[in-house]
């Protein structure tokens, strides 16, 4: 699958594969349903009451969003097959500044050994299970280039 389908795929399926596990856990898919009603019920209120800002301060930044994320899962998983091994079942990307414009995404092997686990507490989960994740499951990628000192003060990240 190339780097545009899978992203496509990905944005367009999103609800519906949240909506699928939801019923796993309806506990905590009812919270994720009260949540999303009032966003949308929200941004709808703004696009009646001022059609364009809303548009251009919600619904382009959402949906751009999901796009973006979608789209910087593909590393993540792009040639590794099916597996139920969580420590084998997508690549990682430790380099602090893309996990700070990531909201950590980096650490993809700890948000599928728990998906559960809020954003910010995936580097913490990372260290736990770091020695069980086989090396070549880390990825370097042009995030490398902020990996020096200015950068990373920079971004409020030194060493």
Do not use: C
Not at 80 to 101: C, G, Q, Y
């Amino acid at each position: 699958m190339s780097e545009w389908e899978y992203t496509l795929n990905v944005a367009f399926t999103a609800y519906y594969r949240g909506y699928l596990v939801g019923k796993k856990h309806p506990h905590h898919y009812r919270t994720h349903v009260i949540y999303t009603a009032l966003a949308v019920a929200l941004v709808l209120a703004l696009t009646i009451y001022h059609p364009l800002q809303a548009t251009m301060l919600f619904t382009i930044p959402m949906v751009v969003g999901l796009f973006i994320t979608a789209w910087v899962t593909y590393d993540h998983h792009a040639g590794l097959s099916e597996t139920e091994d969580h420590f084998k079942a997508s690549f990682n990307n430790i380099n602090p500044v893309f996990n700070l414009v990531t909201g950590n995404l980096g650490y993809h092997t700890a948000h599928h050994y728990r998906q559960g686990v809020h954003w910010s507490e995936l580097p913490a989960l990372h260290d736990k299970i770091k020695d069980e994740i086989p090396r070549e499951m880390y990825k370097t990628s042009f995030w490398e280039v902020f990996n020096n000192s200015f950068f990373l003060k920079l971004f409020g990240l030194s060493r």
